[in-house]
């Protein structure tokens, strides 16, 4: 079995995708069917030249000795070049602050894009969010969510999006929670692969748990593409294909997904003192998921 951190550092919320981390900040941005999801303007890609030149300089090193980082699986990058250079999504657990880095250093020289929690970009980070690739998901705007999907649309015509598929980030967490609906959605109306990848965590040594308190160190593995099934009607197509991505992100981080504490398909789970075993509630789960919480769809 992997290392697990079991910490109680972090206040994880009683239900598997909702957030904790609290905002500081609200810039009151709107994101409508007027928010550029992809800004194209010259001064923007300007700025975002000299972050990826900064990001590729010292943040990726810094990350690396920070949080002693680790890729595997970039042989499959390679593999399946000719697959990814027509648009692919990628899909992991989220499990810390800088993870997105961890990504973005994986696969690079490509560049990603990420879909994030729209608060984030309307807090104190989110000048930066936005600069790294980050694309607000609407809340409670139907136009705004059609021009986020325009959005989805448009990164994945040859390009890279990234989707953290439980929903919110729960920090130094082991298992893997269930799968919300949008990556399904994604996937099959655009027709593209999935590329699953998952953070595994390490036991630190005697310097880094002494010294810097860490947690844990990471390791990030790159799995291979996965493609949805044509034979199988639209919704038990998306079903099918967030359960086979959510079994290969169990593998990727060590465990097996029938020994996983939670079940494929987000159904309003509960943290794992209270979820049933991942074995159980399949067939509810597998019918339900895909009826609520479609990302940027109403």
Same mark, same amino acid.
């Given at each position: 079995?992997?290392?697990?951190?079991?910490?109680?550092?972090?206040?994880?919320?009683?239900?598997?995708?909702?957030?904790?981390?609290?905002?500081?900040?609200?810039?009151?941005?709107?994101?409508?069917?007027?928010?550029?999801?992809?800004?194209?303007?010259?001064?923007?890609?300007?700025?975002?030249?000299?972050?990826?030149?900064?990001?590729?300089?010292?943040?990726?090193?810094?990350?690396?000795?920070?949080?002693?980082?680790?890729?595997?699986?970039?042989?499959?990058? %390679?593999?399946?070049?000719? +697959? $990814?250079?027509? *648009?692919? !999504?990628?899909?992991?657990?989220?499990?810390? &602050? =800088?993870? #997105?880095?961890?990504?973005?250093?994986?696969?690079?020289?490509?560049?990603?894009?990420?879909?994030?929690?729209?608060?984030?970009?309307?807090?104190?980070?989110?000048?930066?969010?936005?600069?790294?690739?980050?694309?607000?998901?609407?809340?409670?705007?139907?136009?705004?969510?059609?021009?986020?999907? %325009?959005?989805?649309?448009? +990164? $994945?015509?040859? *390009?890279? !999006?990234?989707?953290?598929?439980?929903?919110? &980030? =729960?920090? #130094?967490?082991?298992?893997?929670?269930?799968?919300?609906?949008?990556?399904?959605?994604?996937?099959?109306?655009?027709?593209?692969?999935?590329?699953?990848?998952?953070?595994?965590?390490?036991?630190?040594?005697?310097?880094?748990?002494?010294?810097?308190?860490?947690?844990?160190?990471?390791?990030?593995?790159?799995?291979?593409?996965?493609?949805?099934?044509?034979?199988?009607?639209?919704?038990?197509?998306?079903?099918?294909?967030?359960?086979?991505?959510?079994?290969?992100?169990?593998?990727?981080?060590?465990?097996?997904?029938?020994?996983?504490?939670?079940?494929?398909?987000?159904?309003?789970?509960?943290?794992?003192?209270?979820?049933?075993?991942?074995?159980?509630?399949?067939?509810?789960?597998?019918?339900?998921?895909?009826?609520?919480?479609?990302?940027?769809?109403?």
């Amino acid at each position: 079995m992997p290392f697990d951190p079991k910490t109680d550092k972090y206040p994880y919320p009683e239900y598997t995708d909702q957030h904790y981390l609290k905002i500081k900040k609200d810039n009151g941005a709107v994101f409508d069917r007027h928010y550029p999801f992809l800004d194209r303007s010259k001064a923007f890609r300007f700025r975002q030249f000299w972050v990826r030149v900064l990001l590729n300089l010292v943040v990726f090193p810094l990350a690396r000795i920070r949080l002693g980082l680790r890729i595997k699986g970039r042989k499959n990058l %390679k593999k399946h070049r000719d +697959v $990814l250079r027509r *648009g692919v !999504l990628s899909c992991s657990n989220h499990v810390h &602050m =800088w993870d #997105y880095i961890c990504v973005m250093r994986a696969v690079r020289p490509a560049r990603t894009n990420v879909l994030v929690w729209a608060p984030n970009v309307r807090g104190e980070n989110g000048k930066l969010v936005r600069l790294v690739g980050g694309i607000p998901i609407p809340e409670d705007d139907a136009h705004g969510s059609i021009a986020c999907m %325009k959005a989805v649309e448009e +990164v $994945l015509n040859g *390009g890279w !999006l990234h989707v953290y598929a439980e929903g919110s &980030m =729960w920090e #130094y967490y082991a298992p893997i929670r269930p799968f919300k609906s949008g990556i399904g959605v994604f996937a099959c109306r655009f027709d593209k692969p999935v590329l699953p990848m998952a953070f595994s965590y390490r036991r630190p040594n005697w310097l880094r748990r002494t010294v810097f308190r860490q947690i844990a160190c990471l390791t990030l593995t790159v799995g291979e593409p996965i493609f949805a099934d044509p034979s199988l009607p639209k919704k038990e197509r998306e079903a099918d294909l967030i359960k086979r991505c959510h079994a290969a992100v169990c593998r990727l981080a060590g465990m097996d997904p029938a020994e996983n504490v939670y079940p494929p398909l987000f159904d309003r789970n509960k943290r794992a003192e209270t979820a049933v075993p991942a074995s159980c509630g399949k067939e509810e789960n597998a019918k339900s998921a895909t009826e609520k919480e479609v990302v940027c769809e109403k």
